[in-house]
């Protein structure tokens, strides 16, 4: 097939309850940094084009992670493309003695590998504008690509608020503008003042995080840390839930850490994020209202002691 020698692919179908939708494994090569970079599309039912959400990992992760999460918005009209991220991937524990694993989490969680990240996403919708105007291929027409959101959890969220254009200590600004909103899991502030890196920022932006949401590998970012991002953004379509008693891997899916996950979260977590990628990737204005009605949060499953603000 036409372009399509250096992909790897597979295509199957899943059953859910409202829909069928697929899955697609796609490897494609960044011959400039002669990097593979794997990806997983969900797919939804309809074949017309439709909104395209992106998903960066936390570290050690994969593209298979927060299945959770792509499955679902496949099955609202979504495009969910789940990035896979060398350097600071799965690979990075997978093959070492377990007592040297947060020793090599920690390693991975550099500059280089940050950076690589961001050029990964910037590759990746790249790649998607061109397959989605090849004839051939598995996604030709399907996507909407003028309405792309990005999220991410934990090092996946540092990417997605760094292409948002948070501003570092020189003041540069790496976003992208090709982004329309930004949905962070475990958000977290870096080195700069919030104000300075996010007080400027005029995207839609819903960040998550709970109140027992710390860091694997940096004991400075505290669950009071993160809301922090939250609280230095300008107002206008800026939205926050704070779970209680949410814990950082309540956020993800990995079995390796499903023991103490609350299992209220993933629920509110599908509702409240599909609500607000139908609010701005769809500019549904019906979904907007319902962000800010006094339903929501009966109705995304929130508990008294969560905290649900926007401005």
């Known amino acids: 097939m036409k372009n399509l020698a250096k992909l790897a692919w597979i295509v199957f179908s899943l ?3 409202r829909a069928a939708e697929s899955e697609i494994l796609l490897e494609p090569v960044d011959e400039e940094r002669k990097r593979t970079v794997p990806i997983k599309v969900y797919l939804p ?4 084009p439709q909104p395209v959400v992106l998903f960066s990992h936390g570290l050690g992760g994969s ?7 792509g499955t679902h918005w496949a099955k609202n009209g979504y495009v969910a493309v789940f ?6 991937d799965e690979s990075v524990w997978r093959d070492t003695p377990p007592r040297e694993r947060m020793t090599a989490l920690k390693e991975a969680a550099n500059g280089a590998n940050f950076l690589a990240r961001l050029f990964d996403v910037r590759f990746v919708i790249d ?7 090849e004839e051939e291929h598995p996604l030709a027409g399907r996507l909407d690509i003028d309405h792309i959101g990005m999220s991410g959890h934990s090092f996946g969220a540092r990417t997605t608020q760094t292409l948002m254009g948070q501003r570092f200590g020189n003041g540069r600004s790496l976003g992208d503008p090709r982004l329309d909103a930004f949905l962070p899991l475990s958000p977290s502030v870096g080195r700069n003042s919030p104000g300075e890196a996010f007080g400027h920022i005029s995207a839609p932006v819903l960040a998550m995080t709970g109140t027992l949401d710390d860091s694997p590998i940096n004991p400075e970012t505290t669950p009071d840390s ?5 609280a230095a953004l300008p107002p206008g379509d800026k939205y926050q839930v704070v779970f209680d008693k949410g814990q950082h891997f309540d956020f993800g899916d990995s079995r390796r850490n499903h023991a ?7 629920p509110a ?11 701005y990737l769809r500019q549904d204005e019906t979904a907007k209202a319902k962000l800010r009605s006094p339903q929501l949060r009966e109705e995304a499953g929130l508990v008294a002691k969560d905290a649900w603000d926007w401005k």
Do not use: C
Request: proline share 6%; charged share 20%; hydrophobic share 30%.
């Open 269 to 279: 977590v599908q509702q409240l994020s599909t609500l607000f990628w139908d609010a």
């Open 260 to 266: 103490d996950r609350s299992p209220r979260i993933h």
């Open 15 to 17: 059953s859910h309850a």
């Open 45 to 48: 039912a309809s074949t017309g």
């Open 83 to 88: 990035l896979q991220h060398p350097g600071s």
């Open 127 to 133: 790649q998607l504008e061109r397959w989605n105007a």
């Open 226 to 230: 993160r809301p922090k991002m939250y």
């Open 63 to 69: 593209r298979e992670g927060n299945s959770y999460l």
